[in-house]
């Protein structure tokens, strides 16, 4: 190993953090007839390299342990910023911009080959500060490769000649190091690959982690750790092919989705026809705010200010980012896609780093041309009667100066939002600089309304911080906490000596109250600043996790809202970028624990938002998620919905788009799985369950060790999974013996005097609680059995059957079953058979408020499953993610026979349309009795089909 000019120099306290490395590594590559070894050697697009199919790329963890690896996302070729940085000469080169602190060269050179092999390569790369000349801290440098446990389990390596076998059975945390190494020799698919140089190595064994399951090798570089300015490094890559007969490494079989027998090409559109059986806009009854503001009653429902005692629910969706600045045109043709979808309300999300960008010298000054856009489209969708949600604070960027002791205006997205929000809470400066942006928006008129934000009937709710909890983000300002932390001490009567103790942190054994006070202080600062600028719009906060502490704050708000996700991606190596790790299960399995566990966070006498929910793509179920979230927000009696999301960016929205995780207009399965949640929940299809069993809590359980603790600190899921059967949520019973009038029972982990409660029991929260309120009498003609997983609400119209992966909804306007295998399923006025193609959604809903027997006018839908062209997962499970493909999107075949009992059959005429809405096809039926009998296909000659209109006479 060669050193140059290798240096370090102490970290200067609030200066920008940036780093300067550089190696050099030799190649040398023997060609082997294994596929697996890459042409060329050349660079990937995001400067990775791969030999002998073992990825290799340069990762750096910040002071918080985030990690930064080389990825498109952060690799700009089109980024030269450093100064003296060499300029791509040829193909194999590649210079761009790396986590935006660092400017990358990469070059890769073909040698002549030495006596006996077939090719060679040099390979530089160097990594310069974009502003040459300061430090960075990093806990570890290195050059990291990942080898899959299915792959690797008991394979043996050589480290410096010893042999080194990864082990088959997972344990915690199992790691080896060794300083220094001067060769590792790797089996790989192609060949015995050696590594040679003097570095630091380091194995750890990621199957004891809820990480990619496997095993990461790093190759640190020198130095590794520490105020680093420059480190160089030389390595010698050599692949030997594997002679006959020799065991070698077994190739993935990577699976992948390509246009065939089972995935048929699918014409994705974005925008649906007006009048079709797509188009919802029935529903709206706008201008928005045209019936008064929207008020809360004291039994915890929502109305018109000017329509009492008439409750209005509203299902929407997440706008988020760029995809609210939109030239006029193009705002009024997304407001006219949001009311067809049947929407009346959107959020608007993650909108405020783009509106903090201004001409001043702050990031609180509004910028014209973004607010001027964002004006417009709450004009456009209030008049399509659309109420509108907001966050205040969201992803804004402070400028340098801006704050005093801000000082990372560059640091990576999900570093610097928690650490605004987490100084927020306890620093002056930062808490005047979020007010200030927040007067700047609220008290601002939109010229098309006439309104100022603040006052326009037609804003439904105001959250004060959107996901801020201080439990999981104060890190992020340990030393400010700390300081807090000794204040909070001595305002509480500690002595000197419980003061200084102050430095141990979270093993004090008080700072878990402390924390829960500062976050009571933050809601309740937030509050009180709502009420000085004269905000008259429903007020939430804390709308992250279902700790039973926090509902205990939740139980002060006037509007309480929460979020879940099901199958949200894991980030194996970096956010966002393949590899992602999934379930890739459908919730039905899960006994519907999505969205179960998040019911008890609802407060009784409270009404409930559920302002993000998701089942994320590309998890091959996720057509589940509208007829499941939808029917179970309507037996809660759950007030506002709000999907996460329908776009990030305006093109997606405009025409079609790969598919991604979290983007439903990317998704020809979740926009018409949405379409029936609208009808279940907003239309009020599923009926409100009579009967509500609450979780009692009180102010005692902050006595309790581990309130933010995830397993100790949450309501357990045997309550939560009752939500399946009955009402449920949370009611605080702090300075108040009486449980409250209406409640049958209730369940709860505190002690209570249950004296005064007439007799009505007090039920744990354990394995037997099913057996007792079974027992009581309590769930009428529910059915609630988690051991057998069969679950059915007390209205008789939703069941659960874990076991067989079935979900059956049946009411009168609308009927939907879930299917995980080729089975029959029967409703009421709706009969499926011969189902093919594993997984579907089939649902059939009146067009009209009139049964499905008689309607003139249904919808059904047959969903199956939505991938992009070319994606690729590391086996047939699709666990992994390995690339996201591109379009055209591709629909999963599938087939089943439907029965539908209609007063008039004879009369009915079924047309396959397309995802406009249209009418493309007609399709061949036949009368049984009172049924109508026809087949479905996602196949056809008239291209993929997820829907069909049956009509009568028309």
């Not at 509106?355 to 607010?371: C, F, H, N, R």
């Not at 610097?416 to 007067?439: G, H, Q």
């Not at 005429?909 to 399709?923: A, P």
Request: with cysteine.
């Amino acid at each position: 190993m060669k050193l140059r000019n290798t240096s370090f120099s102490p970290l200067r306290t609030g200066a920008m953090v940036a780093w300067m490395a550089a190696f050099a590594c030799q190649t040398t590559v023997v060609e082997a007839e294994s596929a697996a070894l890459p042409e060329s050697f050349k660079l990937s697009p995001s400067g990775a390299f791969t030999v002998g199919g073992v990825e290799f790329t340069v990762i750096h963890f910040d002071k918080n342990w985030n990690r930064y690896r080389l990825q498109k996302e952060v690799l700009r070729p089109d980024a030269l910023a450093a100064a003296g940085t060499q300029t791509p000469r040829g193909p194999d080169e590649i210079s761009g911009s790396f986590a935006g602190l660092f400017h990358l060269w990469q070059n890769s050179v073909p040698t002549p080959p030495a006596e006996g092999e077939s090719a060679a390569w040099v390979h530089d790369m160097r990594l310069e500060a974009t502003q040459p000349g300061e430090t960075v801290f990093t806990e570890e440098l290195a050059l990291e490769a990942f080898l899959p446990g299915i792959q690797y389990e008991g394979q043996m390596l050589l480290i410096d000649g010893n042999p080194y076998t990864l082990p088959v059975e997972a344990g915690e945390a199992r790691a080896f190091e060794k300083t220094p190494v001067h060769e590792v020799v790797i089996p790989t698919e192609a060949g015995r690959l050696r590594v040679s140089g003097e570095f630091s190595f380091f194995i750890q064994d990621n199957r004891s982690y809820r990480q990619r399951q496997g095993y990461l090798l790093r190759f640190r570089l020198s130095p590794f750790r520490g105020d680093i300015e420059r480190a160089d490094q030389q390595l010698d890559f050599a692949l030997t092919p594997w002679k006959d007969g020799e065991p070698g490494i077994e190739p993935l079989k990577r699976y992948e989705i390509k246009e065939g027998l089972d995935w048929l090409s699918l014409d994705h559109r974005v925008t649906w026809d007006a009048g079709t059986v797509f188009d919802f806009s029935f529903l709206n009854d706008g201008p928005a705010g045209s019936h008064g503001r929207v008020v809360a009653t004291e039994s915890g429902q929502l109305e018109f200010s000017e329509r009492p005692g008439e409750p209005v629910r509203f299902y929407g969706a997440n706008l988020c980012m760029m995809a609210n600045y939109q030239d006029p045109a193009d705002a009024d043709r997304l407001a006219d896609q949001l009311a067809r979808m049947g929407y009346n309300t959107i959020r608007i999300h993650h909108y405020d780093r783009e509106l903090g960008q201004g001409p001043g010298e702050t990031s609180v000054e509004l910028k014209p041309d973004a607010l001027d856009k964002l004006d417009y489209l709450v004009y456009a969708l209030k008049q399509r009667g659309i109420y509108l949600s907001f966050d205040l604070y969201n992803l804004r960027l402070p400028r340098e100066g801006e704050i005093d002791g801000w000082s990372d205006p560059q640091a990576y997205l999900y570093d610097y939002i928690k650490n605004y929000k987490m100084m927020a809470a306890v620093d002056p400066a930062t808490e005047e600089n979020y007010r200030t942006f927040v007067s700047n928006l609220l008290n601002h008129r939109n010229p098309y309304t006439g309104y100022a934000w603040k006052d326009d009937p037609a804003l439904l709710s105001v959250c004060i911080w959107n996901e801020a909890n201080i439990y999981a983000f104060w890190e992020r300002q340990k030393d400010l906490y700390l300081d807090a932390f000794q204040d909070w001490l001595r305002a509480q009567g500690a002595t000197d000596e419980e003061v200084a103790d102050a430095s141990q942190g979270a093993n004090n054994p008080r700072f878990e109250r402390f924390l829960y006070d500062m976050q009571m202080r933050m809601f309740e600062r937030g509050r009180s600043f709502m009420d000085e600028l004269g905000v008259q719009a429903l007020i939430s906060d804390l709308n992250m996790h279902p700790h039973i502490a926090l509902n205990l704050i939740r139980s002060r708000m006037e509007l309480v809202e929460n979020h879940i996700y099901w199958d949200h991606p894991k980030y194996l190596t970096a956010n966002h970028q393949p590899p992602l790790g999934f379930t890739n299960r459908s919730v039905v399995f899960d006994g519907a624990i999505v969205p179960a566990s998040i019911m008890p966070t609802r407060i009784f006498g409270k009404p409930f938002a559920l302002t993000e929910y998701h089942f994320s793509g590309p998890n091959w179920y996720r057509a589940e998620a509208g007829p499941i979230v939808g029917a179970y927000a309507a037996l809660q009696g759950w007030n506002i919905v709000h999907r996460f999301a329908y776009a990030h960016y305006p093109e997606p929205t405009q025409k079609p788009a790969a598919l991604r995780h979290f983007d439903i207009v990317t998704d020809a399965v979740s926009l018409l799985s949405d379409r029936i949640a609208v009808l279940l929940f907003r239309r009020g299809d599923v009926q409100e369950s009579s009967t509500s069993i609450p979780f009692v809590m009180s102010e005692k359980w902050l006595e309790q060790p581990g309130i933010f603790e995830w397993r100790t600190g949450r309501v357990p899921d045997q309550y939560s999974r009752l939500g399946l059967v009955v009402k449920i949520g949370s009611v605080n019973l702090t300075g108040n013996a009486d449980l409250p009038a209406g409640f049958p029972a209730a369940v709860g982990l505190e002690d209570f005097d249950t004296a005064a409660w007439d007799g009505r029991p007090l039920l744990k929260p354990d394995d037997m609680l099913a057996q007792r309120l079974a027992s009581s009498g309590l769930l009428g003609d529910g059915i609630f059995d988690p051991k057998d997983g069969r679950f059915q609400s007390d209205t008789g119209e939703i069941s659960v059957d874990a076991r067989n992966g079935t979900f059956a909804v049946i009411t009168p306007r609308t009927e939907c079953i879930v299917v995980n295998r080729e089975t029959q399923v029967d409703g009421d006025a709706l009969h499926v058979s011969d189902v093919t193609g594993g997984f579907a959604v089939i649902s059939v809903s009146a067009l009209e408020d009139a049964p499905v027997e008689s309607a003139d006018r249904l919808v059904l839908f047959h969903l199956t499953n939505v991938q992009n062209s070319g994606m690729i997962y590391n086996d047939e499970t699709g666990t992994v993610l390995e690339d996201w493909g591109d379009l055209p999107h591709l629909a999963r075949a599938g087939t089943a026979t439907v029965s539908l009992r209609r007063d008039d059959p004879a009369n009915d005429t079924v047309w396959r349309v397309d995802l406009s809405g249209r009418r493309v096809e007609r399709v061949p039926s036949s009368v049984a009795g009172d049924e109508l009998v026809f087949d479905i296909s996602v196949k056809s000659e008239a291209g993929a089909t997820f829907a069909y209109e049956i009509s009568r006479n028309l």
